[in-house]
């Protein structure tokens, strides 16, 4: 494990197979959370909502075990997990809640330190361009670390042209498949 390079990790289709927030919407729906799912597939309200509402009336816990049941870990989990579990190196950089990963990670056996953990939360929602001022900050902040992110998104594309090397999980989308024969710093887990 090399001290001279910084990891960071998204969450979704990176290091579980599913999307949170789907996998929300789809608890909602079985667990008898109506109000909820009808008004976010009548008026398509986005990741404020559900972190408003699960805060309010669902239980994290429950809810990250049923994510933790119905996902499964990539094969870029399974390939990094000793660089996620070194408090030195790495950082996961998520649009998914804060909470609800830390327990999907603990469910996974991986106890990651909550500043290592950077998600949505009531104040703040992690897009491509919150990461990219996050990267950014990090890189000022650790300017001889070489940056290797860890994703399967192009809603990430942001953070790409900082990164000195990106890595796609299996799940990566269209976008970002078309990246892997334009530059060698575009590789995918196989």
């Known amino acids: 494990m090399s001290y001279t390079k910084l990891y960071i990790f998204d969450f979704c289709g990176t290091i579980i197979n599913r999307?949170?927030?789907?996998?929300?919407?789809?608890?909602?729906?079985?667990?008898?959370?109506?109000?909820?799912?009808?008004?976010?597939?009548?008026?398509?309200?986005?990741?404020?909502?559900?972190?408003?509402?699960?805060?309010?009336?669902?239980?994290?816990?429950?809810?990250?075990?049923?994510?933790?049941?119905?996902?499964?870990?990539?094969?870029?989990?399974?390939?990094?997990?000793?660089?996620?579990k070194d408090n030195q190196t790495s950082i996961i950089l998520t649009a998914a809640m804060d909470e609800v990963v830390k327990e999907i990670l603990v469910l996974n056996g991986l106890l990651v330190p909550n500043q290592r953990i950077i998600g949505s939360n009531s104040c703040h929602i992690i897009d491509g361009n919150a990461k990219r001022k996050i990267v950014e900050k990090l890189k000022d902040k650790h300017p001889s670390k070489e940056v290797i992110f860890f994703t399967d998104s192009w809603d990430d594309e942001p953070v790409f042209d900082l990164a000195d090397e990106v890595i796609f999980s299996e799940f990566l989308d269209k976008k970002c498949k078309s990246l892997l024969t334009t530059d060698n710093k575009y590789s995918q887990v196989t």
């Open 19 to 84: 999307k949170t927030h789907l996998m929300i919407k789809w608890y909602c729906l079985l667990y008898g959370h109506f109000s909820f799912f009808n008004k976010y597939v009548s008026k398509q309200k986005g990741i404020e909502y559900d972190i408003v509402y699960i805060n309010k009336y669902v239980d994290i816990k429950r809810l990250a075990a049923f994510i933790f049941r119905w996902s499964k870990p990539t094969k870029l989990l399974i390939e990094n997990r000793a660089i996620l």
